[in-house]
Structures are given as structure tokens and as C-alpha cells.
């Protein structure tokens, strides 16, 4: 049978560097980072000392005070996010084709601030006191099911959670969903709000977080220097058409998703294979599924989290797909400047990703002044490039050993 061609309509992002497509796209483009001093939770109490919070969030902008109050955080950006991409799209969901629009919108650990809550609330008044909303406002899929609820789709309803890698494979599970031909629509990518006391205690203690004060300089992707990652929150939402769906009813398309590829380490809990094996298998397979040679990929969008293993690792993956070409790819970490998403991570890199394609130009990877002996390829250091790129790639890694990577095509009429 043959596969039917799928499409990127919509976006939505709610994130550090803006929550508004063109203000998030601006930034990046800019080199503007969302990196802050930590205040969400009391700096004093953590090692790390800054975060890519999101401080100028109004839910009542998007659902009334009454609803918000049933929703973590990490569901409202989730919801915040699926309005804007499907505003975005001009994709009106109604009785006539609710059922053949779905939802796949992933989160890596879902309601972290509402189980520290209510949590708090069970030890000192007892169980009678704890919101009957609790499970769910807390369980990673309501940012699915609130996505769905809102927007009024009835199709397919699912939810990614592999850690960090969540966005990306939500991305590519709603891909090949429409591809298969069970949806002609689908509403994606991941949430995640993890700033909260014990994420951040976690984290902290294994060591994964970057101990430099500086907001201006803590994140910093392949650099010689990188100490550890950002905690980021937001969400990147994206609607996928199939591609006659979206020309009938005179949609604008940024990209074409192409190929997906989807990999275990079968390794270690939190660090990757040997050599980047793993990933580098889901690029693979990922350019693939799209019927492209490694040479077809002009841009990589890096999950580049700035841990001295990731960026290390991921580097060697990219060398073992691409040999000696690896070296003339144009390769970039956004979360130089938006941090790390965790879950919600692949959402607005696959957005960033899309726009590079659209607009032809490819975000830098700020803070890259003291270059990695063993990080030797091309980073786009500090500056974004112009360039007409007609193939890029986006990469997402996972505690756990989960590897996903999708593959997007610049968009002509009538290719």
C-alpha cells in the first residue's frame, strides 16, 4: 500500500523564549536566550541556580480561571499551545470530521507540581483534604486528554512517555498514524513543567544539572565547558495533515515529515550506548523511512543538552550515519537557549526545525566559545545561518535508552 504524505499545517509553542511562534522564532533566530535565575523554587536550596522558566504564562488568555484550577501546569501549556497550532492551521474540527482528527501530545513525568502539592496536603490535613482532581491532574496523559477535550477531536487519543525523547516520538507515532491512514489530522508534540522541588532535587543529585550561576553562559552545547543541562518547561505543539487533506481545504504548509525512526539502547539507565550507537540507529532509520540518502540532510536540529556524555555521544552517532559528510553538515543545539524541555523538548525543536526549512535560515548554538576536541563538527557557533536547506533532521535521546529522530522536507508547491 502505498504511504500517504503527511505535512506540517499548524504550530503553537508556549516556551522560554516566547509564547508566540513569531516571538520564539525571533529569539532563537536572535541568539536570545530564556534562561533565568532560578525562582520558581528557592535557589538555596539546590546547587543549580538557574532555569528557562516561563514567567509571563496567563492561562485565563486561553481557558477560564475555573478550569485552570483543574489543570497542572503542564497540562495548561499542553492546551495553550494545541489552540494556538490549530488557530495557526485554520483547521476548523467539527461533527463532520472530529472522529478523523486525532491527538498524541506526550509528557516525560506529567504532574510533578501537583503531586508535590496535594502530596503536602495529605501529610498535614489528611486524605480528605486532597483535590479529587488529583490523579487527574497529575497523570501524563490529561495533556492529551484536555488537548482533545477542548478542542473537540475524537480520533485517535495517545500519549508518548519516554523521557526526554517524548516530544520527537509523539511526533512520529502521530506520523505514521496518519500515514496508515486511521486520521487525516493530528494535533501533537509534548508538555512538560518540571521546575518543582523535587525534579529539581533529582536531577540535582544525579548530577545531571549544570552548577554555573551565570543564566547568560549555563547552557552550552558542545562546548568544552558544559557542566550540565538547564531544566526548561513549555510545550511545542504541531498539527500534521495528510498532505490532500491540507491542499483541499488551502492550508499553508510549513514542511513535509518524511521519516521517523525510533531506537532502544538496551544499555544503561541514564546513559547513552557506547559510540551513540542507538541514536545513531534512529537517524538511520529515520532517513530511511523518508527514502533519503545521508547526503540529502543539509541541517541537524541536536537534542545538544550540554552534558559532558550527550553532546560527546551524539556527536560520535551523527559521525557513524554520515562518515566524512558529517563534517559539511550544519548542525545546532536550541537548547543552548531554551534549555532543556525534557518531554516537551522535541515539541519545539521539530517547530524550530520547520521553521529553518520555511524560512531558510538555522538557528545558532549560542555559548560555543571553547570548542570540544571531541565535539569537532559544525555547530553553527553564536550566529544563525542563511542558507536554502531542503532536508533537516531532529534528534531526541531519552533516560531509559529511548532514541527518536524525525526527518522534514522543505516544502515547494507542487513537489
Given at each position: 500500500m502505498?504511504?500517504?504524505?503527511?505535512?506540517?499545517?499548524?504550530?503553537?509553542?508556549?516556551?522560554?523564549?516566547?509564547?508566540?511562534?513569531?516571538?520564539?522564532?525571533?529569539?532563537?533566530?536572535?541568539?536570545?536566550?530564556?534562561?533565568?535565575?532560578?525562582?520558581?523554587?528557592?535557589?538555596?536550596?539546590?546547587?543549580?541556580?538557574?532555569?528557562?522558566?516561563?514567567?509571563?504564562?496567563?492561562?485565563?488568555?486561553?481557558?477560564?480561571?475555573?478550569?485552570?484550577?483543574?489543570?497542572?501546569?503542564?497540562?495548561?501549556y499542553a492546551v495553550a499551545a494545541g489552540k494556538m497550532a490549530v488557530e495557526d492551521a485554520d483547521l476548523t474540527i467539527d461533527e463532520s470530521n472530529a472522529e478523523r482528527i486525532g491527538v498524541w501530545v506526550g509528557s516525560g513525568i506529567g504532574g510533578m507540581?501537583?503531586?508535590?502539592?496535594?502530596?503536602?496536603?495529605?501529610?498535614?490535613?489528611?486524605?480528605?483534604?486532597?483535590?479529587?482532581f488529583f490523579v487527574p491532574m497529575m497523570i501524563p496523559d490529561m495533556a492529551a486528554g484536555q488537548v482533545s477535550i477542548y478542542l473537540g477531536a475524537k480520533g485517535v487519543n495517545s500519549?508518548?512517555?519516554?523521557?526526554?525523547?517524548?516530544?520527537?516520538?509523539?511526533?512520529?507515532?502521530?506520523?505514521?498514524?496518519?500515514?496508515?491512514?486511521?486520521?487525516?489530522?493530528?494535533?501533537?508534540?509534548?508538555?512538560?513543567a518540571p521546575i518543582t522541588q523535587m525534579s529539581m532535587a533529582g536531577f540535582c543529585a544525579n548530577t545531571?544539572?549544570?552548577?554555573?550561576?551565570?543564566?547568560?553562559?549555563?547552557?552550552?552545547?558542545?562546548?568544552?565547558?558544559?557542566?550540565?543541562?538547564?531544566?526548561?518547561?513549555?510545550?511545542?505543539i504541531m498539527v500534521l495533515e495528510e498532505l490532500e487533506h491540507a491542499v483541499k481545504r488551502g492550508a499553508k504548509i510549513y514542511a513535509e515529515?518524511?521519516?521517523?525512526?525510533?531506537?532502544?539502547d538496551a544499555h544503561h539507565i541514564t546513559a547513552p550506548s557506547p559510540g551513540g550507537e542507538g541514536g545513531a540507529r534512529?537517524?538511520?532509520?529515520?532517513?530511511?523511512?523518508?527514502?533519503?540518502?545521508?547526503?540529502?540532510?543539509?541541517?541537524?536540529n541536536a537534542h545538544g543538552t550540554s552534558t559532558p556524555y550527550n553532546d560527546k555521544f551524539e556527536t560520535m552517532a551523527i559521525k557513524r550515519v554520515f562518515g566524512d559528510y558529517a563534517h559539511k553538515l550544519s548542525i545546532s543545539s536550541t537548547k543552548s537557549m531554551t534549555g532543556h524541555l525534557l518531554g516537551a523538548a522535541g515539541g519545539i525543536e521539530a517547530i524550530f526545525t520547520a521553521m529553518a526549512l520555511k524560512n531558510g535560515i538555522m538557528p545558532p548554538t549560542i555559548n560555543l566559545e571553547t570548542p570540544d576536541p571531541e565535539c569537532d563538527l559544525n555547530y553553527l557557533p553564536n550566529e544563525a545561518v542563511e542558507k536554502d536547506i531542503k532536508v533537516a533532521i531532529s534528534n531526541s535521546l531519552g533516560f531509559g535508552g529511548h532514541n527518536a529522530t524525525i526527518a522534514l522536507k522543505k516544502w515547494n508547491e507542487g513537489n
Open positions: 502505498e504511504k500517504r504524505r503527511v505535512v506540517i499545517t499548524g504550530l503553537g509553542i508556549i516556551s522560554p523564549v516566547g509564547n508566540t511562534l513569531e516571538e520564539a522564532w525571533s529569539n532563537v533566530i536572535k541568539g536570545v536566550s530564556g534562561i533565568k535565575p532560578l525562582t520558581r523554587v528557592n535557589p538555596d536550596d539546590y546547587p543549580a541556580k538557574v532555569a528557562a522558566e516561563i514567567t509571563d504564562f496567563d492561562p485565563e488568555q486561553y481557558f477560564d480561571k475555573k478550569d485552570a484550577r483543574k489543570m497542572d501546569r503542564f497540562t495548561q507540581e501537583t503531586f508535590e502539592q496535594q502530596y503536602k496536603t495529605f501529610m498535614e490535613r489528611g486524605y480528605r483534604r486532597v483535590s479529587p500519549c508518548t512517555v519516554t523521557a526526554c525523547a517524548t516530544g520527537t516520538n509523539s511526533i512520529g507515532d502521530a506520523f505514521k498514524v496518519i500515514q496508515r491512514g486511521d486520521a487525516d489530522a493530528m494535533i501533537t508534540g509534548g508538555a512538560e545531571a544539572l549544570s552548577t554555573n550561576p551565570d543564566p547568560k553562559t549555563a547552557s552550552r552545547p558542545f562546548d568544552a565547558n558544559r557542566s550540565g543541562f538547564i531544566m526548561g518547561e513549555g510545550a511545542g515529515i518524511v521519516g521517523y525512526g525510533a531506537t532502544g534512529a537517524m538511520k532509520l529515520a532517513i530511511e523511512d523518508g527514502g533519503l540518502a545521508p547526503e540529502d540532510v543539509d541541517y541537524i
